[in-house]
Nanobody, 128 residues
Framework: QVQLVESGGGLVQAGGSLRLSCVASGRPVSSCPMGWFRQAPGKEREFVAVMSWSGANIYYSDSVKGRFTISRDNAKNAVYLQMNSQKPEDTALYYC?????????????????????WGQGTQVTVSS
């Protein structure tokens, strides 16, 4: 089993920045895709970003492209999300997720069903 713990959420003004962190424990996930999703009140969980184990595959949702950057540190079993130029519509509970797919990158990376492990989420609130 894999446990994921997110941190770094908080309240920020529009135009500001936050950096989310997610650390995995239980077993190494350095060979697995790691991603971020978010869910705003009354809305479905939506894909934000994903990175393959090697970093060769990185994808973002159109809504965050150019503002958010995903990165990972395989030695620390961690993934990060740098969020810049934040907007009020970025307000949501942000989840870290891992696919149980070693050395493989699924083409359905943008679906929450393709992920096997989830964190509890960290709240991000952007004020206008």
């Amino acid at each position: 089993q894999v446990q994921l713990v997110e941190s770094g959420g908080g309240l920020v003004q529009a135009g500001g920045s936050l950096r989310l962190s997610c650390v995995a424990s239980g077993r190494p996930v350095s060979s697995c895709p790691m991603g971020w999703f978010r869910q705003a009140p009354g809305k479905e969980r939506e894909f934000v970003a994903v990175m393959s184990w090697s970093g060769a595959n990185i994808y973002y949702s159109d809504s965050v492209k150019g503002r958010f950057t995903i990165s990972r540190d395989n030695a620390k079993n961690a993934v990060y999300l740098q969020m810049n130029s934040q907007k009020p519509e970025d307000t949501a509970l942000y989840y870290c997720a891992v696919q149980n797919a070693e050395f493989y990158f699924r083409t359905d990376y943008y679906t929450h069903r393709s992920y096997d492990y989830w964190g509890q989420g960290t709240q991000v609130t952007v004020s206008s």
